[in-house]
Structure formats: structure tokens, C-alpha cells
């Protein structure tokens, strides 16, 4: 539920409002930016938001905060505002984003709609398109090692420590742990855990036939 100011309330229960929207970014270099649809340049939280920018609201899904990819903006290229540069040099990556719908005649009020972050800001010709991530959006990203039976580093990685001159480097590497220990001779800087239990581990039993002297599961 979005929180809408009662003077704002007030006024389009009135029918005395004229709405228009906002785009306030704020990268990470603390550069604070603004934009918006209405037909003249608005003055709205110590900003002069650009008319001329040519910024629109693109697709929005009203999920936009708990789903990444879930919104979008495009524009033109202005090169008082965004800097075709500054987009190459990644300085608008995880830029954000406050949409907000204003009362054009009284900027102090108004009802933001979405806030999220910059997930990519790409050129389209002379304009840009910018996709735009939800501040939950995070929880669907990777954090962390990955535990598994296979080792997770790369061949010849600052974690791995194999030498590009070793004979067997051009062979390349399956990432199991007697690979490493008998091709590479390098068990100690495996990556991975190659005693984890596997996913029928609940389920294993002893089988006729089988060794079951206390040994490794290594392999």
C-alpha cells in the first residue's frame, strides 16, 4: 500500500492536481541525478528534474520489489544528464532508482510508486534502456562458495596453484579429487569435498559383494 500524503490526497479528490513522474538516481559515487515526463523542468527534492531527457516509464510489474528484472525505463541520451562515457564506464551499475509521481504544481508532493537498482544500462542506438531490479532481488543471487563433491577453483587459479608449465595442465582438469591427486599431484589445494554425503545418502545400504573396510569414499 503505497503511504499517499493527505494534502496530495486532498487535492486529486478535488480534482485540482496535475500528476507528472519522477526518476531520482543516486549512484554509488553519491552523484544525484533527476528526471521526468512533465513538459517542463520540476524542482523536486533538491533536484532540477530534466524535462528534456526524454525518460519514460517502461514495463512495470506491480511485483516490482520482490522480483528482479521487474521493471524498466528508457530515455535519450542527454549529454548534460547521462553521459554516454559514464554508462561504458559502469558508473550507473547499481545505480538507484526512486519513481515517483508528483504533484507538478506543488513538487513537495507526491506518492513514490518504486524504488529499486539499476541491474543493467545499455545503448540502444541514441537512446538507453535501463533494467531495473527490486531490493529483494538479492536474495536470488549466489552468495558464497558452492559445496560439492568436485572441486570449485579453476585450473591453474591463485586457489588451485597448479603451474601452466605442468605436463598435464594442457589436458585440462574434471575436478574430481583423485584427478587432482593423481594427475596433478596436488591434493592439498582441492577445492572441494569429496567425502560430502550425496543426495542418496539416506537411502544407502550395504550391498553383497561391496568393500566395506572403513576406507575413503575419495574418487
Known sequence: MKN????????????AVSLAHVWLLTRADGTRLGFTDHDRD???????????????????????????????????LD????????????????????????DWGSPDLFV??????????HREGGAFSAEIEG?????????GRTFGRLCDANLG???????????????????????????????????GFPTIPGEDFLTVFPGQGELHDGGSRRG
Request: glycine share 12%.
Open 157 to 191: 587459479d591463485d586457489r588451485c596453484r597448479v603451474a601452466g608449465d605442468h605436463p598435464a595442465f594442457a589436458g585440462g582438469c574434471d575436478k574430481r579429487f583423485s584427478t587432482c591427486s593423481e594427475k596433478f599431484a596436488n591434493p592439498l589445494n582441492f577445492r
Open 42 to 76: 520540476l524542482s523536486h527534492d533538491g533536484l532540477v528534474c530534466s524535462a528534456a531527457s526524454g525518460w519514460t516509464a517502461g514495463a512495470a510489474d506491480s511485483g516490482l520489489g520482490f522480483a528482479p528484472g521487474s521493471a524498466a525505463a528508457v530515455g535519450g
Open 135 to 143: 531490493p529483494l532481488a538479492r536474495l536470488d543471487r549466489v552468495a
Open 4 to 15: 499517499l500524503p493527505t494534502a496530495l490526497a486532498d487535492r486529486i479528490e478535488s480534482g
Open 112 to 121: 513514490e510508486l518504486w524504488r529499486g537498482t539499476i541491474a543493467r544500462l
Open 79 to 102: 549529454s548534460a544528464a547521462l553521459d554516454e562515457g559514464d554508462i561504458v564506464a559502469g558508473l550507473y551499475d547499481g545505480c538507484v532508482v526512486a519513481c515517483r509521481q508528483v
